[in-house]
């Protein structure tokens, strides 16, 4: 039955996809930081991308809202500002779902707030936008917290996305 599925499937068009994450992400993705230090002391790369995006642990942390993992990753050498194939840096992800611990570690590690992605967006326009992501959808939320974080740290000639934060009706 199950090979009649998936025959099924692929002939409709469909993809089948597994995961490609590596143990490591794995442990990021599920917030166990223990298991990250011990799989990073035993050689881990914790800037090594993996997954359907090409994303490192970092990201994939950030992702999921894995502060502790995050900590774990960053004390195991992980590139703060390594970014994802469009260009996206973990302190734009975490702006962008209006994570404000998330934006205030990074940001205490020597995260870059002045990176932009391959469209010139910065974390700052991305804490004003919101992104559109289906497990934080941020769009339509003001994120006047993280944006007042970012703009402390580095104050902007000019955000790129002030004026969709005014349309928002945000601060």
């Known amino acids: 039955m199950r090979r009649l599925a998936v025959v099924l499937l692929l002939a409709t068009g469909c993809m089948v996809s597994r995961s490609h994450d590596t143990p490591l992400v794995d442990a990021v993705r599920s917030g166990d930081a223990p298991q990250i230090r011990a799989l990073c002391a035993r050689g881990a790369d914790p800037n090594e991308p993996s997954g359907g995006n090409g994303w490192t642990p970092l990201l994939h942390a950030i992702h999921k809202n894995q502060i502790e993992s995050v900590k774990a990753l960053l004390d195991a050498g992980a590139n703060i500002d390594r970014t994802s194939p469009s260009q996206t840096s973990p302190l734009m992800m975490a702006a962008g779902y209006g994570s404000e611990e998330m934006v205030a570690l990074l940001l205490q590690r020597g995260a870059n707030p002045r990176l932009s992605d391959d469209e010139g967006a910065s974390a700052?326009?991305?804490?004003?936008?919101?992104?559109?992501?289906?497990?934080?959808?941020?769009?339509?939320?003001?994120?006047?917290?993280?944006?007042?974080?970012l703009k402390r740290v580095s104050p902007p000639a000019q955000a790129n996305s002030e004026r969709w934060a005014r349309i928002k009706g945000c601060e």
């Open 124 to 149: 700052l326009d991305y804490a004003l936008s919101g992104v559109p992501d289906l497990d934080a959808f941020t769009l339509f939320r003001c994120q006047n917290s993280t944006v007042k974080l």
